[in-house]
Protein backbone atom coordinates (compact mmCIF):
# COMPACT_ATOMS: atom_id res chain seq x y z
CA UNK A 1 0.00 0.00 0.00
CA UNK A 2 1.35 3.11 -1.23
CA UNK A 3 1.34 5.58 1.74
CA UNK A 4 3.36 8.69 4.25
CA UNK A 5 2.73 8.66 8.02
CA UNK A 6 3.54 11.46 9.89
CA UNK A 7 4.57 11.48 13.59
CA UNK A 8 5.92 14.11 16.06
CA UNK A 9 3.36 16.46 16.16
CA UNK A 10 2.03 17.87 19.43
CA UNK A 11 2.18 21.16 21.68
CA UNK A 12 5.48 22.85 22.74
CA UNK A 13 5.83 26.62 23.66
CA UNK A 14 7.43 29.42 21.35
CA UNK A 15 10.70 28.95 21.53
CA UNK A 16 10.82 25.43 21.86
CA UNK A 17 11.12 22.68 19.09
CA UNK A 18 9.93 19.53 17.71
CA UNK A 19 10.94 16.82 15.05
CA UNK A 20 8.70 15.03 12.63
CA UNK A 21 8.90 12.62 10.95
CA UNK A 22 7.30 10.67 7.72
CA UNK A 23 7.40 6.75 7.27
CA UNK A 24 7.14 5.89 3.90
CA UNK A 25 5.94 2.58 2.23
CA UNK A 26 4.74 1.22 -1.03
CA UNK A 27 6.96 3.30 -3.67
CA UNK A 28 10.44 4.12 -4.31
CA UNK A 29 11.47 6.43 -1.66
CA UNK A 30 14.72 7.07 -2.46
CA UNK A 31 13.87 8.12 -6.24
CA UNK A 32 11.48 11.46 -5.42
CA UNK A 33 12.12 14.54 -4.02
CA UNK A 34 9.98 15.16 -0.47
CA UNK A 35 8.22 17.88 0.80
CA UNK A 36 6.94 19.40 3.96
CA UNK A 37 3.93 21.44 3.41
CA UNK A 38 1.51 23.46 6.29
CA UNK A 39 -1.85 24.42 6.77
CA UNK A 40 -2.81 26.77 9.27
CA UNK A 41 -6.40 27.68 10.32
CA UNK A 42 -8.42 29.46 7.75
CA UNK A 43 -5.21 29.48 5.63
CA UNK A 44 -3.78 27.74 2.15
CA UNK A 45 -1.31 25.33 1.94
CA UNK A 46 2.48 26.19 2.95
CA UNK A 47 5.79 24.40 0.97
CA UNK A 48 7.59 24.73 4.15
CA UNK A 49 10.56 22.62 3.13
CA UNK A 50 11.84 20.29 0.23
CA UNK A 51 14.56 18.33 -0.11
CA UNK A 52 16.44 16.12 -3.07
CA UNK A 53 16.67 12.46 -3.67
CA UNK A 54 20.13 12.26 -2.67
CA UNK A 55 19.79 15.47 -0.12
CA UNK A 56 22.28 17.26 -2.45
CA UNK A 57 19.52 19.96 -2.77
CA UNK A 58 17.37 21.75 0.13
CA UNK A 59 14.81 24.65 -0.05
CA UNK A 60 13.39 26.22 2.95
CA UNK A 61 10.45 28.78 2.78
CA UNK A 62 11.87 32.18 4.04
CA UNK A 63 9.54 31.94 7.00
CA UNK A 64 11.32 29.58 8.48
CA UNK A 65 15.11 29.53 7.10
CA UNK A 66 17.05 29.42 10.14
CA UNK A 67 14.96 27.32 12.20
CA UNK A 68 14.13 24.18 10.36
CA UNK A 69 16.32 21.68 8.94
CA UNK A 70 14.70 18.63 6.64
CA UNK A 71 16.55 15.71 6.21
CA UNK A 72 15.93 12.14 4.92
CA UNK A 73 16.88 8.51 5.63
CA UNK A 74 16.85 6.51 2.24
CA UNK A 75 17.62 3.41 3.89
CA UNK A 76 14.66 4.07 6.53
CA UNK A 77 12.44 5.67 3.82
CA UNK A 78 12.47 7.80 6.15
CA UNK A 79 11.70 12.09 6.11
CA UNK A 80 12.61 14.50 8.91
CA UNK A 81 11.68 18.05 9.78
CA UNK A 82 13.55 19.53 12.53
CA UNK A 83 12.00 22.33 13.76
CA UNK A 84 13.84 24.99 16.54
CA UNK A 85 12.77 27.92 17.55
CA UNK A 86 9.23 27.66 16.84
CA UNK A 87 6.69 30.64 17.10
CA UNK A 88 3.25 30.96 17.44
CA UNK A 89 2.83 31.44 13.31
CA UNK A 90 4.11 27.94 13.33
CA UNK A 91 1.13 26.26 14.17
CA UNK A 92 -0.19 24.37 11.76
CA UNK A 93 -1.11 21.01 10.18
CA UNK A 94 2.41 19.30 8.46
CA UNK A 95 1.94 17.22 5.63
CA UNK A 96 5.01 15.45 4.01
CA UNK A 97 4.45 14.77 0.05
CA UNK A 98 6.04 13.39 -2.55
CA UNK A 99 5.36 10.51 -5.07
CA UNK A 100 2.00 12.21 -5.87
CA UNK A 101 1.35 10.70 -2.38
CA UNK A 102 0.23 12.93 0.75
CA UNK A 103 0.45 12.25 4.42
CA UNK A 104 -2.62 12.52 6.64
CA UNK A 105 -0.67 15.37 8.71
CA UNK A 106 0.11 15.84 11.95
CA UNK A 107 -0.76 18.84 13.75
CA UNK A 108 1.73 21.21 15.80
CA UNK A 109 0.75 23.54 18.29
CA UNK A 110 2.54 26.33 19.84
CA UNK A 111 1.28 27.90 23.13
CA UNK A 112 2.37 29.66 26.06
Known amino acids: QVQLAESGGGLVQPGGSLRLSCAAS????????MYWVRQAPGKGLELVSA????????YYADSVKGRFIISRDNAKKTLYLQMNSLKFEDAAVYYC?????WGQGTQVTVSS
Open 51 to 58: ISSGSVNT
Open 26 to 33: GFTFSDYW
Open 97 to 101: MGGRV
